[in-house]
Nanobody, 117 residues
């Protein structure tokens, strides 16, 4: 059974840091493209950061230089280190796993991140 579970969200002040984790099970984690998305109230879900199976990374312009995505294939876990947080980073953050050679695409239930000013 495929499962993605995010953790690490919470309430933080402007300029603070949080580290999100996404624990995966039920699929071949190392072969999947892993991503973090977020959705703020009244807005569409947007891609925050992506990490490929070869370790290559890309970020949304809004988080470049502040966020860092990583993965530990042995632990089947993906991370998002978020620094210099701003109120506009407030959103529900979702973990996504996508298999590029097929149609498999999985989502976690999300974790709330709230940045107070």
């Amino acid at each position: 059974q495929v499962q993605l579970v995010e953790s690490g969200g919470g309430l933080v002040q402007y300029g603070g840091s949080l580290r999100l984790s996404c624990a995966a099970s039920g699929f071949s984690f190392s072969t999947y493209v892993m991503s973090w998305y977020r959705q703020a109230p009244g807005k569409e879900r947007e891609l925050v950061a992506i990490i490929y199976s070869n370790g290559a990374r890309n970020y949304a312009n809004s988080v470049k230089g502040r966020f860092a995505i990583s993965r530990d294939n042995a632990k089947k876990t993906m991370y998002l280190q978020m620094n210099s947080l701003k109120p506009e980073d407030t959103a529900v953050y979702y973990c996504n796993a996508h298999f590029t050679s097929g149609s498999a695409n999985y989502w976690g239930p999300g974790t709330q991140v709230t940045v107070s000013s």
